[in-house]
Nanobody
Framework: QMQLVESGGGLVQPGGSLKLSCTAS???????MGWYRQPPGKQRELVAA??????????TFTESMKGRFTISRDNAKKMVYLQMNSLKPEDTAVYYC????????????????WGQGTQVTVSS
């Protein structure tokens, strides 16, 4: 049973940056990984996803976050990261890490494994 644990959330001012981390309990070398978020009162949405051998440059992003957010992974450390820059109040949400051997499950929000989420609040 894979476990995913997010960390790095918190309160940040508009225009600031945060880096979220996701630590996996097992080998993620052949897994696609992703980040989703759920703003208050809204549905969960894809933030970014990266294939098993993917690079940050080849990652998939939701358009509104492209250019501000970067997803990366370190398979040796069993970790996935989400670097968030130029944060806006509308980025306030619970951010979830997710992983699955199958790419389409990541994009379809049907991944096998999810973390418990970490709160990100962007406010002055």
């Amino acid at each position: 049973q894979m476990q995913l644990v997010e960390s790095g959330g918190g309160l940040v001012q508009p225009g600031g940056s945060l880096k979220l981390s996701c630590t996996a309990s097992g080998n993620i070398n052949t897994w696609a990984m992703g980040w989703y978020r759920q703003p208050p009162g809204k549905q969960r949405e894809l933030v970014a996803a990266i294939t098993s051998g993917g690079t940050p440059e080849s990652a998939t992003f939701t358009e509104s976050m492209k250019g501000r957010f970067t997803i990366s992974r370190d398979n040796a450390k069993k970790m996935v990261y989400l670097q968030m820059n130029s944060l806006k109040p509308e980025d306030t949400a619970v951010y979830y890490c997710t992983g699955d051997p199958l790419w389409h499950r990541i994009l379809g929000e049907s991944s096998m494994y999810w973390g418990q989420g970490t709160q990100v609040t962007v406010s002055s």
